[in-house]
């Protein structure tokens, strides 16, 4: 019987592919093994992949707990590096949701650099067509992967323009005009915003746990042609007068990821 491919060996495997190709260039090589340690972190500090720690008594809870302050102490000194190593897991256990939700979700929390979207989208193409040419993945396997990558890649790349022309677009004033400038803000609401409306030149959220729909948020024409309804923002609005202007902006988020919870069944615990 055979040995199940193992997904920290199907990494290396890549890598090492790149390694003796003399058409690899260096860049290349370096976003690959970025991608890979991002990849490693996601799959182990936030996918399912991983069993939380279940405590029998309060003392293992008491251990645990001075074993993560001290971790913390180590981190703010600079003297830890994050575990990378997927140890023996099956390759089998990586869903194509996993990386959905790693491109779509982890990355762009970390960055708002539409290239490194695009380096890392290429690199996980490649793998998995690596993976299939070597038979790791069968054919559905193979279609499965690529038809997540090839929708949330460049559905990643542009929310990520989104968020960094949003960031700059806040931090010159947001297009307040005169006017407003003087009035005080009436009213802030905060959190995770879904586009759910695009029209005569501005934008209109419906935000968490809030019923109203709240807008409109007038932007420039160049950024609403970036924008897609369903897209969810990291956001904080103020209400001056009867306007409604940004007042901070985080991460920009493609509705394939932040789909409403009751229409996603889930990832199995699985390891």
């Known amino acids: 019987m055979s040995r199940l491919p193992i997904l920290q060996e199907s990494m290396d495997a890549f890598i090492q592919s790149l390694t003796v190709d003399r058409e690899t260039d260096s860049q ?13 972190q996601y799959l182990i500090h936030f996918s399912d992949l991983f069993k939380d720690q279940d405590f029998s008594d ?13 971790h913390m102490s180590k981190l703010l000194d600079g003297d830890v590096e994050p575990a990378c190593d997927l140890g023996q897991l099956a ?30 989208a290429k ?14 993945l069968n054919q559905s396997e193979y279609l499965g992967f690529s038809e ?10 542009r929310t990520a323009r989104v968020s960094q022309v949003l960031f700059h677009f806040v931090r010159s004033g947001t297009g ?15 959190g995770h915003a879904r ?21 409109p948020v007038v932007l420039p024409q160049v950024v ?28 920009v988020y493609p509705e394939s990821v932040y789909i409403e919870v009751e229409e996603y069944p889930g990832l199995e615990k699985l390891s």
Not at 58 to 70: I, R, S
Not at 148 to 157: F, M, T
Not at 195 to 215: D, K, V
């Open 58 to 70: 309060n003392e293992e809870y008491a251990e645990w707990e001075q074993g993560l302050e001290e």
């Open 148 to 157: 997540i990558l090839a929708d949330v890649g460049p559905a990643s790349e």
């Open 195 to 215: 586009a759910s409306a695009i029209e005569n030149g501005a934008l209109h959220f419906n935000f968490e746990n809030q019923e109203e729909e709240i807008g």
């Open 28 to 40: 290349m090589l370096t976003h690959t093994e970025q991608c890979f340690e991002a990849l490693a």
């Open 224 to 251: 609403l042609d970036l924008i897609e309804e369903g897209d969810v923002f990291d956001i904080e609005l103020g209400l001056r007068g009867d306007s409604w202007v940004m007042v901070d902006v985080g991460p």
């Open 91 to 120: 390759l089998e256990k990586l869903d194509p949701e996993h990386l959905r939700d790693f491109l779509g979700w982890f990355v762009l929390r970390e960055t708002s650099d539409a290239d490194v979207l695009h380096a890392y």
């Open 176 to 190: 307040v005009s005169p006017r407003l400038r003087a009035q005080r803000f009436s009213r802030f609401i905060e």
């Open 123 to 136: 690199v996980l193409i490649d793998w998995v067509e690596f993976m299939h040419q070597r038979g790791s």
